[in-house]
Structures are given as structure tokens and as C-alpha cells.
């Protein structure tokens, strides 16, 4: 966890630190379960079509490759941005 995120329970005890941090660790592992999953869902969705056999078809890898790529290069984008706009907000404060 990134300790910036802390910064502002300077004043709380070191119990209620530890806590926060916990709970924040917490959601943090959530959302990127949630990332993951939403990830696997739509590729699949998106992707698979034929249940004929046990492995993917050269077209459907290929497909939930470029998929998985997509996605993550999205939430990558999307995390930037919100990175600038926060920045932007910290420093008009």
C-alpha cells in the first residue's frame, strides 16, 4: 500500500493506523478481484463460442488474447487519467 494514502491519519493511534491500512489492503485485493473477474467475464463472453473440445480454438485464443490486452491497457489509461485529475485537484486546493 502506498504510504501517501496514510498520510492524512497522522493523528489517529497506531491501532487505528494499522486498521485503516488493513481495511485499504482489503479493498484494494476486492477491486482487483473484481478487475480480474470482470476481465475474464467479458473476454470469455466475447470470445468463446464453440464447446466442442477442451482447449480454445486458435481464433478464440487469440481473441481473449487481444481482449485481455485491450482491457488492460484501458484500466492502465484510465488509472493515468485519474491520477492527473487528482493531481490537478491537489494542486488547485
Same mark, same amino acid.
Given at each position: 500500500m502506498d504510504k501517501n494514502m496514510l498520510a492524512g491519519l497522522e493523528g489517529l493511534?497506531?491501532?487505528d493506523k494499522n486498521r485503516m491500512s488493513a481495511m485499504i #489492503?482489503?479493498?484494494q485485493l476486492r477491486d482487483s478481484l473484481r478487475m480480474y473477474?470482470?476481465?475474464v467475464e467479458r473476454c470469455f463472453n #466475447?470470445?468463446?463460442d464453440?464447446?466442442?473440445r477442451k482447449t480454445l480454438q486458435k481464433q478464440e485464443e487469440t481473441c481473449v488474447m487481444r481482449c485481455?490486452?485491450?482491457f488492460l491497457k484501458h484500466s492502465m489509461r484510465v488509472?493515468?487519467?485519474f491520477a492527473e485529475l487528482n493531481s490537478q485537484a491537489e494542486t488547485q486546493d
Open positions: 493511534p497506531e491501532e #489492503d482489503h479493498l473477474n470482470s476481465l #466475447d470470445c468463446v464453440n464447446f466442442t485481455a490486452e485491450k488509472g493515468m487519467r
